[in-house]
């Protein structure tokens, strides 16, 4: 037993000090006794620290800081469309398929997307440069169809306005 707390501390030295002070704030926002209610927030942070993606010692590492079981981290990091448990590209497009885009030719703007890019839902270009993700809603139908990239919304989606956010993209 004391092996398997060793190596949990081991993990917990992932957490950078940037990415520690920051999950510290959203730990303060619960109860003292509901640190785990900062586990998607810490999932987050620890996926920007990783460069868009987690891997089992990064999850393990939230687990044990939030003094949580690592499978109930797992759970969360692999229900939400947010979290991404392998690399991707330098931008990742989250296209909504649900169903007011849908009914406003989502199905459209994916086929535009995989022959622009040449790549499928689930699938980065061979540059890394972008990967492509379908995603259940965006909470955001006004405007559908529609995707995200980073922290932007881009809605109403023509072929013509999908060529012109992909040109623009560095």
Known sequence: MMA???????????ITDESRAEIDKWIAKYPADKKNSAVMAALRIMQDQNKGFLTNDLMDAVAEYLEMPAIA??????????????????????????????????????????KRLGIGLGETTSDGRITLKEVECLGACVEAP????????????TPEKIDKILDDLG
């Open 4 to 14: 398997q707390h060793k190596n949990a501390q081991s993990k917990a030295g992932l």
């Open 73 to 114: 981290v797992y759970e969360v990091a692999t229900f939400y469309s947010m979290y991404e448990l392998e690399a991707v590209g330098k931008h990742k497009i989250c296209v909504c398929t649900n169903i007011s885009c849908m009914l406003r030719g989502s199905d459209e703007i994916v086929a535009h997307l995989n």
């Open 146 to 157: 529609m995707f995200q990239i980073g922290d932007t919304y881009h809605g109403d989606l």
